[in-house]
Nanobody
Framework: QVQLEESGGRLVQAGGSLRLSCAAS????????MAWFRQAPGKEREFVAQ???????SYAGSVKGRFTISRDNAKNAVYLQMNSLKFEDTAVYYC????????????WGQGTQVTVSS
């Protein structure tokens, strides 16, 4: 069982930067795939970025080159550095975890609100 808690969301101007953090519980954190998803008002939840247990990353096309996902296994933490923010990045951002061997993400945080003003 993994519990996730996001932090760092706030109001920021377009073009600015923001770093989201996710604190995870659990002794086997280092073996989990971790990801960030987001959901904008009136839209479906969408994938943003993921990082494997051996730090291989992948990104949605809309954020590639602007966002960076990273993890610190010693701190049971995952981060999302967001640069060159755009109005369309406004959403609730969720930290998500997937256990080894699982096809889907099983554990979700409560989300943190990111609002980008144009």
């Amino acid at each position: 069982q993994v519990q996730l808690e996001e932090s760092g969301g706030r109001l920021v101007q377009a073009g600015g930067s923001l770093r989201l953090s996710c604190a995870a519980s659990g002794r086997t954190f280092s073996s989990y795939f971790m990801a960030w998803f987001r959901q904008a008002p009136g839209k479906e939840r969408e994938f943003v970025a993921q990082i494997s247990s051996d730090a291989i990353t992948s990104y949605a096309g809309s954020v590639k080159g602007r966002f960076t996902i990273s993890r610190d296994n010693a701190k049971n933490a995952v981060y999302l550095q967001m640069n060159s923010l755009k109005f369309e990045d406004t959403a609730v951002y969720y930290c998500v975890a997937k256990a080894p061997g699982r096809l889907q993400y099983d554990y979700w945080g409560q989300g943190t609100q990111v609002t980008v003003s144009s």
